[in-house]
C-alpha cells in the first residue's frame, strides 16, 4: 500500500481532518451504525448513568447511548468528528482527548464504549489503564472493532485488557447486517 493511499486513509477514518475527514464521517456514520448502535446494546445501559464513548466520529453511539437521565461524553482526538458529534448529539459533553488522555476526573462513569478505534491508540497499555482509572467500581467497558483492523490477535487485546485490571472479560464476534465486516468485540468489568 502506498504511503499516499494510506495518508489518504488516516485523513479519512484513523485522523480524520478537514474535506476527506467530513467525508468519512459521513460514510462512517451510515457503514458503521449498526455496530455502534449494538456496542450500545451490549452495554445494557440503565437511567441515569454516565457513559464515556471513546472516538465517537460522527457521534452515532453517543446518540443511541442519549437519553432516560444519562450524560454522554466523547472524547476524540479531531475537531471535525467533535463537531459531528455535537450535531448528531448535542445534549453530549464533548472534548478534545485520546483514549490515553480522556481529561476525565477517576471514577466517574459508568460505562466506557468504544469502536473502531483501539487500532489507533499509540499506547494501548496506557489506554486501559486510563479506562480503568475513570470507571467507578463495577463498571463496564465494552470495545468493538473491525477484525480485520485488530492490532494484536483477539485473544492478545482480551490478555491486554486483563493485564490492565479489568475482570469478567469476555470476547465474541458479531456480524453486523448488510455488507459490514465481521467485527471483534469484548466486554469487561472494572472490579
Ligand atoms: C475509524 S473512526 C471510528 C468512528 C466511530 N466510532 C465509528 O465506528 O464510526 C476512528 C475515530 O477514532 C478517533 N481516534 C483516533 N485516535 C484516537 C485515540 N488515540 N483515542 C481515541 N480516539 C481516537 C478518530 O479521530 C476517529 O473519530
Same mark, same amino acid.
Given at each position: 500500500?502506498?504511503?499516499?493511499?494510506?495518508?489518504?486513509?488516516?485523513?479519512?477514518?484513523?485522523?480524520?481532518?478537514?474535506?476527506?475527514?467530513?467525508?468519512? =464521517?459521513?460514510?462512517?456514520?451510515?457503514?458503521?451504525?449498526? %455496530? /455502534?448502535?449494538?456496542?450500545?446494546?451490549?452495554?445494557?445501559?440503565?437511567?441515569?448513568? %454516565?457513559?464515556?464513548?471513546?472516538?465517537?466520529?460522527?457521534?452515532?453511539?453517543?446518540?443511541?447511548?442519549?437519553? #432516560?437521565?444519562?450524560?454522554?461524553?466523547? @472524547?476524540?482526538?479531531?475537531? /471535525?468528528?467533535?463537531?459531528?458529534?455535537?450535531?448528531?448529539?448535542? $445534549?453530549?459533553?464533548?472534548?478534545?482527548?485520546?483514549? $490515553?488522555? %480522556?481529561?476525565?476526573?477517576?471514577?466517574? @462513569?459508568?460505562?466506557?464504549?468504544?469502536?473502531?478505534?483501539?487500532?489507533?491508540? #499509540?499506547?494501548?497499555?496506557?489506554?486501559?489503564?486510563?479506562?480503568?482509572?475513570?470507571?467507578?467500581?463495577? =463498571?463496564?467497558?465494552?470495545?468493538?472493532?473491525? #477484525?480485520?483492523?485488530?492490532? @494484536?490477535?483477539?485473544?492478545?487485546?482480551? +490478555?491486554?485488557?486483563? +493485564?490492565?485490571?479489568?475482570?469478567?472479560?469476555? %470476547?465474541?464476534?458479531?456480524?453486523?447486517?448488510?455488507?459490514?465486516?465481521?467485527?471483534?468485540?469484548?466486554?469487561?468489568?472494572?472490579?
Amino acid at each position: 500500500m502506498s504511503s499516499a493511499y494510506t495518508q489518504v486513509l488516516d485523513r479519512t477514518f484513523g485522523h480524520p481532518r478537514g474535506l476527506l475527514g467530513r467525508i468519512g =464521517g459521513a460514510v462512517m456514520a451510515a457503514g458503521n451504525a449498526a %455496530t /455502534e448502535r449494538h456496542v450500545v446494546h451490549v452495554a445494557r445501559l440503565t437511567p441515569g448513568e %454516565t457513559v464515556l464513548v471513546i472516538g465517537p466520529g460522527p457521534g452515532v453511539g453517543l446518540a443511541t447511548a442519549a437519553g #432516560e437521565g444519562r450524560t454522554v461524553i466523547g @472524547v476524540d482526538p479531531s475537531e /471535525e468528528m467533535l463537531a459531528l458529534s455535537h450535531g448528531r448529539c448535542p $445534549e453530549a459533553e464533548l472534548r478534545l482527548g485520546t483514549a $490515553e488522555r %480522556t481529561g476525565q476526573p477517576d471514577e466517574s @462513569v459508568d460505562v466506557v464504549l468504544s469502536v473502531n478505534n483501539v487500532q489507533l491508540w #499509540e499506547d494501548r497499555a496506557a489506554g486501559f489503564a486510563e479506562l480503568r482509572r475513570v470507571l467507578r467500581p463495577g =463498571g463496564r467497558l465494552v470495545l468493538s472493532a473491525h #477484525e480485520r483492523w485488530l492490532p @494484536v490477535p483477539r485473544h492478545e487485546l482480551a +490478555a491486554e485488557v486483563t +493485564a490492565a485490571g479489568f475482570t469478567d472479560l469476555q %470476547t465474541w464476534t458479531w456480524d453486523p447486517p448488510g455488507f459490514g465486516s465481521t467485527a471483534a468485540e469484548l466486554r469487561a468489568v472494572r472490579p
